[in-house]
Nanobody
Framework: QVQLVESGGGLVQPGGSLRLSCAAS????????MRWYRQAPGKERELVAG????????NFADSVKGRFTISRDNAKKMVYLQMNSLKPEDTAVYYC?????????WGQGTQVTVSS
């Protein structure tokens, strides 16, 4: 069955870094664009970053541009989110999403907390 499993979340101080990973299985990973979303308490889920399937073109939310990078390894069926210069407002549950409209799959999320 389809699975997306995120890992790498945790507690980090402001200015610190984390690298999130998402392991995919059960579908043809290389055919899907991959995205990271986040949802903070009381807020709507928002797109953080995306990477296309073939050209690996990336896009980022304005709030994370210059601080976050997204990458993928199609051979390992993995997608990564490198987060640098973290701020308290980056605190949220981060979700991995596989996108090949009209199909789409979500992971279960990983908590990122930025606090001193």
């Amino acid at each position: 069955q389809v699975q997306l499993v995120e890992s790498g979340g945790g507690l980090v101080q402001p200015g610190g870094s984390l690298r999130l990973s998402c392991a995919a299985s059960g579908f043809t990973f290389s055919d899907y664009a991959m995205r990271w979303y986040r949802q903070a308490p009381g807020k709507e889920r928002e797109l953080v970053a995306g990477i296309t399937s073939v050209t690996r073109r990336t896009n980022f939310a304005d709030s994370v541009k210059g601080r976050f990078t997204i990458s993928r390894d199609n051979a390992k069926k993995m997608v990564y989110l490198q987060m640098n210069s973290l701020k308290p407002e980056d605190t949220a549950v981060y979700y991995c999403y596989a996108d090949k409209w009209p199909l789409g799959y979500w992971g279960q999320g990983t908590q990122v907390t930025v606090s001193s």
